[in-house]
């Protein structure tokens, strides 16, 4: 068992709350990404699971133990950060060797070259592994540092955004390949990114942090489909969800309290007689689809189309929302419950 | 009002070849961008346009005027480095004005134009403030106020919004191509992020090597590109690529892809080589159980509006986009079938895509 409790946990530095009583619990097994921006406190929360930081009040939970003041090694974490740290004059084989030869362990060179190879195996990396580090790609070397990560099997994996170091292709590919490890390894992960299209791609849960605070914390599409509030709502999905207030859209039937509603821009449809009457501003191709800007009064929303829809810049057309699709919220952005009437 | 004409542009450095025997035409009033990895040399081009480096061979027009060796200068072309880069002591007027003062512009006439861009960029509020205290987003606009307050011939751009973060950069995207729209004049922008290439460009010059490989615009270059590289540099996820039979006579409809039969737009050239390859991309695979293709599913990603499905099957490894309500379960079995007008088949000697229907009437000149 390697579940991950944090309960109450706060960290300031100087005046500033970096982490405000957080709880979140990661399961045994499950894979759970937090989403902020820089500075919401993605990183020291992190660091306070790992040990590598000491809360000011709270605790910290592994597999059931108290660790709150435990060393890092004393945890059993193992730690991947955005910049892998390879021994560059080590091969692989040495690289992903190093942390069971730990003098404490004391396992007989035999069991390691088992281990090693195996997991190099589940990292496709078994042909490489008399390379040194200095010759591998990207690509490669962050595969070495999650699999330095593995070897040891620790209770508990915390990632800090490991793949924004490599290029759009191969992150991609990584992405697939590390939620597969996972699954197959039944690893435990706490993982940090600011990124919302890999968080929304590799976690169970997503936990979205604003100013130290989570404010959310729930599968990729229970929050995508229904965001507490404007900010959770625009961390996810791109572009963004449109916020808008209702008297710009003439919209029946609202509940009193809403102040501005939310829709995605999948959710908009071009075209209708009794649509709202706006101006192409901007056209972007994005292959597979387009996303059109289009101006109605002072107000802009964005639209997600299909690569079919001939449009110009500038020119005249009309829009309609899908009704079940929107999202009303107060004036302070939170999410107002009833949804509208049908 | 520009129109930029580049003939037979080569540069040399010692002995490698930067740039290759480049052409293309700007039109007035467009916005081109030049796209590719870095080092295929869509910097040098830009910075011979501009007058900051001088070509081996080759020439430059400007409205027709060849500008090959006129001094950066006397070209009348703005070009927009990092667009962070402000005056720290000055306000957004000066700093928007400074080009001005330095050419010795009237007073009144220098308030009059800083009054336009403001306005254009809608900064008309800021320009009394110091630039300290500007969010990122005003610095960025101060900037360009700057950049353009010369109301140049043309704008190059290198790269300007490479080091912002990416929400920002979503943001600023969008704004710099309203701004063209409002000002009309030509701009050659540089990137290597193809999402800003396909979002931003009237029509995109991709390049590798030092060669321009294809030009044309977003949807047909990433529908109908005319090269393996151009394929796979353009879109996200890549298009798919299989391996298929070769020997295909002139005029045929169908290709061999694992032991399957695929349709696809009729050949209107041969291909000898007795193997070929097709590119067919995500959106333009269809999850059906009776497909001609089958293999494993091996990861579904949700992305909001839709969800990646990575499948692998004996001829390869394929990603799928499929809608984000289709219920798909990893290690399921499923069959694919790709859309017979989407597909692009290749000549693997020479990466080249072979002439056919998917090229239109005109097909590939």
Redesign the interface.
């Known amino acids: 068992m390697s579940e991950l409790r944090l309960e109450n946990l706060r960290k300031t530095f100087g005046a500033i709350a970096a982490v405000d009583d957080l709880s979140l619990r990661v399961a045994d097994g499950e894979f759970v990404v937090l989403l902020g921006?820089?500075g919401a406190g993605k990183t020291t929360t992190l660091r306070l699971a790992a040990g590598l930081e000491n809360p000011d009040a709270g605790a910290v939970f592994i597999g059931g133990r108290e660790v709150t003041g435990l060393t890092p090694a004393e945890r059993d974490v193992a730690f991947v950060f955005q910049q892998y740290s390879l021994y560059p004059h080590y091969t692989v084989f040495d690289n992903l060797a190093f942390p069971l030869r730990a003098p404490g362990r004391k396992w007989p060179e035999e069991r390691i070259r088992s281990r090693v190879e195996e997991i190099a195996a589940m990292l496709d990396m078994e042909h490489k592994l008399q390379n040194r580090a200095t010759q591998l790609s990207g690509g490669e070397m962050q595969r070495v540092s999650i699999g330095r990560a593995l070897v040891r099997a620790p209770n508990l994996f915390l990632m800090d955004e490991p793949l924004s170091s490599l290029d759009?292709?191969l992150r991609?590919s990584m992405?697939?390949e590390l939620?597969?490890i996972q699954?197959d390894l039944g690893a435990t992960i706490l993982y940090v990114t600011?990124?919302q299209?890999e968080a929304?791609?590799l976690a169970d849960r997503i936990g979205i942090l604003e100013d130290g605070k989570l404010v959310q914390v729930g599968a990729?599409?229970e929050i995508?489909e229904n965001p507490v509030s404007v900010h959770a709502a625009r961390r996810?999905?791109?572009?963004p969800m449109n916020i808008l207030p209702p008297q710009a859209l003439g919209l029946p039937d609202l509940p009193p309290a809403a102040a501005q509603i939310g829709i995605?821009?999948?959710d908009v449809e071009l075209g209708g007689d009794s649509g709202i009457v706006a101006r192409v501003?901007?056209l972007?191709?994005?292959?597979?689809?387009m996303?059109a800007?289009l101006g109605f009064g002072n107000e802009r929303l964005h639209v997600?189309l299909d690569?079919s829809q001939r449009l110009r810049?500038g020119q005249q057309i009309t829009f309609t929302l899908n009704r079940e699709k929107i999202i009303c919220f107060d004036s302070q952005g939170r999410r107002i419950d009833a949804p509208p009437a049908a | 009002m520009a129109e930029i004409t580049v003939q037979g542009l080569k540069k040399y450095f010692g002995d490698f070849a930067a740039v290759h025997d480049s052409s293309f035409r700007v039109h007035d009033g467009e916005f081109f961008v030049m796209l590719g990895p870095s080092g295929c040399g869509k910097t040098t081009t830009l910075r011979m346009i501009a007058g900051l480096e001088l070509p081996s061979e080759g020439r430059i027009l400007l409205d027709g005027e060849d500008v090959t060796w006129l001094r950066a200068a006397r070209r009348d072309i703005a070009f927009v480095f990092q667009l962070f880069a402000l005056y720290p002591h000055m306000n957004v007027r000066r700093n928007i004005s400074f080009p001005l003062r330095m050419e010795h512009v009237k007073r009144a006439e220098i308030r009059r134009r800083v009054d336009e861009v403001a306005d254009l960029l809608r900064i008309g509020h800021l320009l009394d403030k110091p630039v300290g205290g500007l969010s990122s987003g005003d610095r960025q606009r101060v900037a360009l106020g700057r950049a353009i307050i010369r109301r140049a011939k043309a704008f190059l751009f290198d790269e300007p919004l490479g080091a912002l973060d990416a929400e920002f950069r979503d943001l600023m995207r969008e704004e710099l191509r309203q701004l063209h729209d409002r000002i009309g004049a030509t701009s050659v922008y540089v990137t290597h992020d193809q999402i800003e290439a396909m979002s931003m460009a009237d029509r995109i010059c991709v390049m590798e090597r030092g060669k321009v490989l294809q030009v044309g615009t977003p949807m047909d270059i990433y529908n109908r590109p005319k090269t393996r590289f151009v394929a796979g540099f353009i879109g996200s996820p890549s298009m798919n690529f299989l391996p298929a039979g070769g020997g295909l006579p002139k005029g045929a409809e169908e290709i061999r892809v694992n032991g399957a039969r695929l349709k696809m737009p009729r050949l209107r050239e041969p291909l000898d080589a007795p193997e070929a390859e097709i590119g067919i991309r995500p959106e333009h695979i269809r999850l059906a159980q009776d497909g001609p293709l089958r293999g494993r599913v091996f990861a579904v990603e949700y992305t909001g509006a839709s969800q990646l499905v990575t499948v692998d099957t004996p001829a390869g490894r394929l990603k799928v986009r499929a809608g984000n309500t289709q219920r798909i379960d990893e290690d399921e079995t499923v069959g694919l079938t790709p859309d017979p007008r989407r597909i692009v088949v290749f000549d693997p000697r020479d990466e080249r895509a072979l002439d056919s229907g998917l090229f239109g009437e005109d097909g590939h000149e």
């Not at chain 1, 996810?236 to 572009?239: E, F, K």
């Not at chain 1, 972007?284 to 689809?289: I, N, Q, R």
């Open positions: 921006p820089t759009a292709k991609e992405r697939v939620k597969r699954r600011h990124d299209l929304m791609t990729p599409r995508y996810l999905g791109s572009p995605r821009p999948e501003e901007s972007e191709h994005l292959g597979a689809s996303v800007g997600l690569d810049r």
